[in-house]
């Protein structure tokens, strides 16, 4: 009886080194094989970029991550923009300035805003590409909140505003907002929109046909 129990203690400690060995054995075979992780692509953006829900099945992608947050103004973005950029994403898709515009900002201030997030973003152009979003149209026909009445044409000014400055510094710009609007007017579609605001299904999957147009044309270019 002595000896099963002086026994037992020698071959637990022999199959706990034998596990350390095993492990050390596996971890360096882990850090000499290249790691296959894919690569991180972020949505960033309010309730409408993230009220799309699944980006990767929207997209037909993986490592999508929808960095969406409904409300989220500006100087929110840019609190948790480090984060984000830390983790060295392969892509980011912005899209930012709604709820500027519906706090009543003019065209130049919800610009600057933007800008000051772009060019940070920018910065990181070594490891990460940069897609700037057109802000989308919204339908004041349709939408109930007054404070939206006659802000269509501050979502075109910031548009114009945010497309001349990517091609003057080089930056990806999609235009979403000529493919969202009744032809000539800057009336987003009464097919995409539930309120006005918010966005249909139909409004998604265009969303994210053009984006991968884009992303596709770009890549070749």
């Given at each position: 009886m002595k000896q099963t129990i002086m026994r037992c203690p020698l071959r637990w400690a022999m199959a706990l080194l034998l596990c350390i060995l095993m492990g050390r054995e596996a971890a360096m075979a882990q850090a000499q094989s290249p790691r296959k992780t894919t690569p991180l692509v972020v949505m960033l953006g309010d309730e409408r970029t993230s009220q799309a829900g699944n980006w990767n099945k929207l997209l037909g992608w993986k490592g999508v991550q929808n960095a969406g947050v409904a409300g989220e103004t500006l100087a929110e973005t840019g609190?948790?923009?480090?984060?984000?950029?830390?983790?060295?994403?392969?892509?980011?898709?912005?899209?930012?300035?709604?709820?500027?515009?519906?706090?009543?900002?003019?065209?130049?201030?919800?610009?600057?805003?933007?800008?000051?997030?772009?060019?940070?973003?920018?910065a990181h152009a070594a490891t990460t590409k940069l897609y700037v979003l057109s802000l989308l149209?919204?339908?004041?026909?349709?939408?109930?909140?007054?404070?939206?009445?006659?802000?269509?044409?501050?979502?075109?000014?910031?548009?114009?505003?945010?497309?001349?400055?990517?091609?003057?510094?080089?930056?990806?710009?999609?235009?979403l907002f000529k493919q969202f609007v009744f032809h000539g007017t800057y009336t987003l579609q009464d097919a995409l929109t539930t309120d006005g605001v918010h966005l249909t299904p139909m409004a998604y999957k265009r969303w994210a046909f053009f984006l991968k147009k884009f992303t596709a044309t770009a890549e070749q270019s």
């Open positions: 609190a948790r923009l480090n984060t984000i950029l830390q983790r060295k994403p392969q892509a980011i898709y912005v899209m930012l300035g709604w709820q500027e515009v519906c706090a009543g900002a003019s065209a130049d201030e919800i610009f600057a805003a933007c800008q000051t997030l772009i060019d940070r973003i920018w149209p919204i339908n004041e026909r349709l939408t109930t909140d007054k404070n939206l009445i006659d802000k269509s044409a501050v979502v075109a000014e910031v548009n114009q505003k945010l497309r001349h400055y990517c091609q003057t510094n080089h930056i990806a710009y999609i235009n």
